[in-house]
């Protein structure tokens, strides 16, 4: 899940010095750039194309354990401790790498913090519809959902302002 950071790093930082552009738009699973984009401090916006919940809000929230359980696939107290406990150790680990992966590239950069909650202190967009018995999103950064940036598509040319780099 973090492949190959140093790569991503010199690449996006060799592309932004080659093209300039004003944002970037990072997926929330592709955590070697959402890294390498906080260690350049460059602005971006996260997308979260799954579940919000994906992005972890609160600190005893995890990445894979859901906030709520269908009763059909629901575990014990047993089961689910097991899971916590998995959850927390993976979580852990992860935050270490970014932690150090920042610190030795990027010490003059705020520490990310928890790695699978790192994402866009401008704005998240969420491809999932704002549902009443969602948990509560943070106030910050701005969280975008289809019902709220789909209603106004922008001007007829705005494919013209898009630029898709391929490798």
Do not use: I
Request: charged share 15%; aromatic share 10%; with cysteine.
């Amino acid at each position: 899940m973090l492949a190959k950071p140093e790569r991503v790093l010199e690449e996006l930082s060799a592309l932004n010095e080659r093209l300039r552009p004003d944002w970037y738009v990072v997926d929330q699973l592709s955590y070697a750039a959402t890294l390498a984009l906080h260690c350049l401090g460059l602005p971006y916006a996260t997308y979260c194309p799954g579940h919000p919940s994906y992005v972890p809000a609160g600190p005893g929230d995890y990445f894979g354990v859901p906030y709520a359980w269908p009763s059909a696939v629901r575990p014990d107290g047993t089961e689910l401790a097991v899971l916590l406990k998995a959850a927390e150790a993976n979580d852990a680990v992860f935050n270490r790498l970014f932690s150090d992966f920042a610190e030795a590239r990027a010490p003059h950069r705020p520490p990310p913090g928890r790695a699978f909650a790192l994402a866009s202190p401008h704005a998240v967009v969420l491809n999932y519809p704002s549902f009443e018995w969602l948990p509560a999103a943070p106030a910050n950064p701005v969280r975008l959902s289809p019902l709220s940036h789909s209603r106004n598509p922008g001007p007829a040319n705005w494919r013209d302002s898009v630029l898709v780099v391929a490798p």
